[in-house]
């Protein structure tokens, strides 16, 4: 059995990792109730969005040169996957660097595949396999739509110019504070809306066809971004909070069995001092 100065020590190191941790919670909860309002606001704007975006996509034929809605024989795929800057977020990042890997191992595994990351722990992650050719991670340094917007922009110009056939992004779908969803979308080409849709309605357009998609679908597209990456931050902070939480009553069950194994080895030198006291007390007597 340890002695008992070990044993105050770890209980002191223990209740310090508690106090860290507990703080750690309470930081992460705060921004998660303002990046938790920002996605929940920002959500059903989104979603109309790109509703409206892939009914305009089904309603444009061949003539109308979307460059965004063309299907290429994919050779080259380009993968965004969404972590944070940061750890301490249980298994947050590790999800979505493994679902990356299952999409370049099976999904295209005889493809070229490159990886713009947006996290530096994604970055970190793909980087030793040099497919990584943009790290976009500052983005959470100040993360407003036009900063999205640049690195949108930068897809949709790969895109365009051929360089990849198919763009997809990888991040975490924010439920609530515990639990949040790995999810995979497309980005590029744009996926026509499926099933029973407004899509085969007469749409009027106002003022021309051409000037919508100019302007529409890739507000659209920077949307469909930024959303996915506010998404993955109120994730992040969810997954903290709840990281934290489990750290802090691990940690205080953990302080509670040292203090009693604490007390239990001072009653037991105590015990010893007592009975050598009687024993020696013994035998002056004898």
Not at 6 to 29: F, G, L, P
Not at 122 to 134: E, H, L
């Amino acid at each position: 059995m340890a002695n008992l100065k070990e044993i105050r020590n770890r209980i002191s190191s223990v209740s310090s990792t508690m106090q860290i941790t507990s703080a750690m919670k309470m930081v992460s909860a705060a921004k998660l109730k303002k990046a938790q309002d920002a996605i929940t606001a920002m959500r059903p704007y989104a979603n109309k969005l790109t509703e409206l975006l892939q009914n305009l996509s089904a309603t444009l034929d061949a003539d109308s040169g979307s460059k965004f809605s063309t299907q290429r024989e994919i050779k080259n795929v380009l993968i965004v996957p969404i972590t944070s800057n940061r750890g301490l977020c249980g298994a947050f990042n590790s999800n979505i660097i493994k679902q990356t890997q299952n999409l370049i191992a099976n999904v295209y595994a005889d493809k070229n595949v490159s990886v713009v990351a947006i996290g530096k722990k994604s970055n970190d992650a793909f980087s030793k396999q040099n497919i990584v050719i943009a790290n976009k991670s500052e983005v959470f340094d100040d993360l407003t739509f036009d900063n999205v917007a640049e690195i949108a922009e930068l897809l949709m110009d790969k895109f365009v110019e051929g360089e990849f056939d198919k763009i997809e992004i990888v991040y975490n779908k924010f439920k609530n504070a515990a639990t949040q969803i790995v999810m995979t979308e497309q980005f590029l080409p744009i996926v026509p809306m499926e099933g029973n849709s407004n899509s085969n309605q007469d749409y009027i357009f106002e003022p021309s066809k051409a000037e919508i998609v100019e302007t529409l679908i890739p507000k659209s597209l920077k949307t469909q971004l930024y959303k996915s990456i506010r998404d993955s931050f109120a994730s992040e902070h969810g997954a903290r909070m709840t990281a934290m939480h489990k750290a802090t009553d691990n940690a205080t069950e953990l302080r509670d069995q040292l203090k009693l194994t604490y007390n239990k080895a001072r009653q037991a030198a105590i015990t010893n001092e007592i009975l050598e006291i009687v024993g020696g007390a013994e035998a002056l007597n004898n």
